[in-house]
């Protein structure tokens, strides 16, 4: 489902990546970890698109990242997830509805409590339902692949417990997640192959 091959990647005049490589099959989870500064948010954003290799490869679902047909394959979170402010709750989900073309499952819209937030502004959320509205987003559709950057962050006992309810039964329907996470038990109960990253590089 993924495959990263070789990538490094530069940012402000340094090697931020340096020959990454590592693939995730369809149902299996990869939880990316390693200290502040290994590289884990720029990996995934390179994964989901956002911004471009400057070496290597990678493809999701057999597709280049950051074309269309990968990116419609996958579903992302980034660790500092900020939709415009003026929008609520549901026009976020109604965005990443509409670029798919396919619905939020009303049952992944109710595990996540969307109803209560549907006409609150982006603006005047707490982080957690911040968190929750682009959960919803990453999990519209049926995504192959969800690419998830510290997908706890904001989130109650409670919520995690949905969270880890949601991922589990993702990965159970065959889509491969890659979360980066400092939280070495949340990455146990995805029963999560660690990817571990120092100083831009993998370590064993």
Do not use: Y
Not at 103 to 128: C, E, F, N, Q, Y
Request: hydrophobic share 50%; aromatic share 2%; net charge neutral.
């Amino acid at each position: 489902m993924l495959r990263v091959d070789g990538v490094a990647k530069r940012l402000a005049g340094r090697w931020v990546l340096t020959d990454v490589g590592f693939e995730v099959a369809a149902g299996e989870v990869a939880g990316v970890t390693g200290p502040n500064g290994a590289g884990k948010s720029t990996l995934l954003a390179l994964i989901a698109g956002v911004t471009s290799v400057d070496r290597g490869r990678i493809t999701v679902d057999g597709a280049a990242a950051g074309t269309v047909a990968a990116q419609r394959a996958l579903g992302f979170v980034p660790e500092a997830a900020n939709p415009p402010g003026h929008l609520t709750c549901d026009e976020v989900v109604a965005l990443v509805a509409a670029i798919k073309r396919t619905t939020l499952a009303p049952a992944v819209r109710d595990a996540l409590g969307l109803d209560h937030l549907a006409a609150h502004r982006i603006d005047r959320m707490s982080l957690g339902e911040r968190r929750r509205t682009c959960l919803g987003a990453a999990l519209v559709g049926t995504p192959r692949l969800l690419v998830l950057d510290e997908p706890t962050n904001g989130l109650d006992a409670a919520g995690v417990e949905v969270l880890v309810r949601l991922l589990v039964a993702r990965a159970a329907a065959g889509a491969a997640l890659v979360v980066a996470s400092h939280d070495a038990g949340f990455l146990d109960r995805l029963d999560a192959r660690r990817i571990a990253l120092a100083e831009g590089r993998m370590v064993a």
